[in-house]
């Protein structure tokens, strides 16, 4: 019943920007914990920002300054405005929700691509 819909993975240059968006379906988002994390061809998965149900925020060292985590809650969505891209940052990007601390749900990924 629980669905994550991400959208806004593309084609950008280095240097360039891309804000991804994730809305999520049931009750409860507003204190559900969110995140985004990211796998890289051949790659584990790994978390790149998370953003608590009070705001709080917090970033993997290497995207900090360039990447901000946000959240509608009115909307059930969770953002990444990702700047200053590098295609060291191609991968598929994940956005995940935590219900009660105990539940967790993910998206099916979407593709972000740096090149040039």
């Known amino acids: 019943q629980v669905q994550l819909v991400e959208s806004g993975g593309g084609l950008v240059q280095p240097g360039g920007s891309l804000r991804l968006s994730c809305a999520a379906s049931g009750n409860g988002f507003s204190i559900n914990g969110m995140a985004w994390y990211r796998q890289a061809p051949g790659k584990q998965r790994e978390w790149v920002a998370g953003?608590?149900?009070?705001?709080?925020?917090n970033y993997a060292d290497s995207v900090k300054g360039r990447f901000t985590i946000s959240r509608d809650n009115a909307k059930n969505t969770v953002f990444l405005q990702m700047n200053s891209l590098k295609p060291e940052d191609t991968a598929v990007f994940y956005c995940k929700m935590t219900d009660r601390g105990i539940y967790v749900y993910w998206g099916q990924g979407t593709q972000v691509t740096v090149s040039s």
């Open positions: 953003i608590t149900s009070g705001g709080s925020t």
